[in-house]
């Protein structure tokens, strides 16, 4: 899930050329969340905190969250096909994956996250992170599928 509609049609292209290939693989959805009201006139801080609650919101107390953030840990993608695996054989009801906005996420959003994953030390638009998480949760589902779409 990310907070905020994607502004581009290029990315929204890509994001829906993966989103169909996911689906192959696990029911998967794929929500880009409203934006607070007046969000454009809000202080940093008070912007994260108003979508930290509509995060928070959409989760349950039993899902495992992952957060796509700068000071996350770097995977590889097989070791993200790891990660993946590992969640799909856990208890927990679902394994969300969260995409800030342009500031990143509340300390709230941190506390409750199960861990952080950066997708580079370079810096993404928060829109273009949108397509490569997609396109990573593709690869390793196509990986633990044995699939050629990933080469070593």
Same mark, same amino acid.
């Given at each position: 899930?990310?907070?905020?509609?994607?502004?581009?049609? %290029?990315? @929204?292209?890509?994001?829906?050329?993966?989103?169909?290939?996911?689906s192959?693989?696990v029911? +998967?959805?794929?929500? =880009? /969340?409203?934006?607070?009201?007046?969000?454009?006139?809000?202080?940093?801080?008070? /912007?994260?905190? =108003?979508?930290?609650?509509?995060f928070?919101?959409?989760? =349950?107390?039993?899902?495992? /969250?992952?957060?796509?953030?700068?000071?996350? &840990?770097? %995977?590889?993608? &097989? =070791?993200? +096909? #790891?990660?993946?695996?590992?969640?799909?054989? @856990?208890?927990?009801?679902? @394994? #969300?994956?969260?995409?800030?906005?342009?500031?990143?996420?509340?300390?709230?959003? %941190?506390?409750?996250?199960?861990?952080?994953?950066?997708?580079s030390?370079? @810096? +993404?638009?928060?829109?273009?992170?949108?397509?490569?998480?997609?396109?990573?949760?593709?690869r390793? +589902?196509?990986?633990?599928?044995?699939?050629?779409?990933?080469?070593?």
């Amino acid at each position: 899930m990310s907070i905020g509609k994607t502004s581009y049609p %290029y990315l @929204t292209e890509g994001i829906n050329v993966y989103l169909p290939r996911i689906s192959r693989y696990v029911p +998967f959805v794929y929500a =880009e /969340l409203p934006l607070p009201k007046h969000s454009a006139s809000l202080p940093r801080e008070k /912007l994260l905190a =108003e979508e930290a609650k509509v995060f928070m919101a959409q989760l =349950e107390a039993s899902d495992m /969250l992952f957060l796509f953030d700068e000071k996350g &840990r770097e %995977y590889t993608s &097989r =070791e993200f +096909f #790891v990660l993946l695996e590992k969640q799909l054989s @856990t208890a927990a009801k679902n @394994t #969300v994956f969260a995409i800030g906005g342009a500031y990143g996420f509340h300390n709230s959003l %941190y506390e409750r996250a199960n861990g952080l994953i950066s997708l580079s030390r370079m @810096t +993404f638009s928060h829109q273009m992170v949108r397509v490569f998480a997609l396109e990573q949760i593709y690869r390793a +589902f196509s990986i633990m599928r044995n699939e050629p779409y990933h080469n070593d």
